[in-house]
């Protein structure tokens, strides 16, 4: 969720051009883009579908559970947005979150969910520091 000193985030005009974002089926472009604004200041939300749905899209009917885990199937598999389970939790990860939202590094605070593991090291001072990537498309 968004931190609660930020009524949300920018959702900057590439991503009218963005291949990645234009494969993405009408349910789960709609669902990327209401993600957006709750990510928090590193790109990092809770990514149960329940919580998903409670909080990202209460109000919209045909974005049912069962509809928003295939979502985020489809967005995990075709953007640099990330569904991972860690220790049993769900997670959602926008590992490019640096290129599209331009945040101070003061202003981050601290790093308390986990990183999606195959792009970046948890260890690390800050997990915006992606150490190999699958894919160099922006999103």
Request: hydrophobic share 35%; net charge positive; glycine share 6%.
């Amino acid at each position: 969720m968004a931190s609660p000193k930020c009524a949300g985030r920018m959702i900057r005009v590439s991503i009218s051009t963005s291949g990645k974002v234009a494969a993405l089926s009408p349910k789960a472009l709609a669902l990327f883009c209401l993600l957006i604004p709750h990510f928090n200041s590193r790109g990092k939300m809770n990514g149960n579908p329940y919580f998903v749905k409670g909080q990202v899209c209460p109000l919209i009917e045909w974005l049912d559970l069962k509809s928003i885990e295939q979502c985020l199937i489809e967005i995990s598999a075709k953007t640099s947005v990330k569904w991972f389970d860690r220790q049993g939790q769900r997670y959602l990860h926008s590992i490019h979150w640096e290129k599209h939202q331009k945040l101070e590094i003061s202003r981050l605070g601290s790093d308390t969910m986990p990183s999606y593991s195959n792009i970046v090291d948890d260890k690390s001072p800050t997990s915006l520091r992606p150490l190999a990537y699958e894919d160099q498309d922006q999103d």
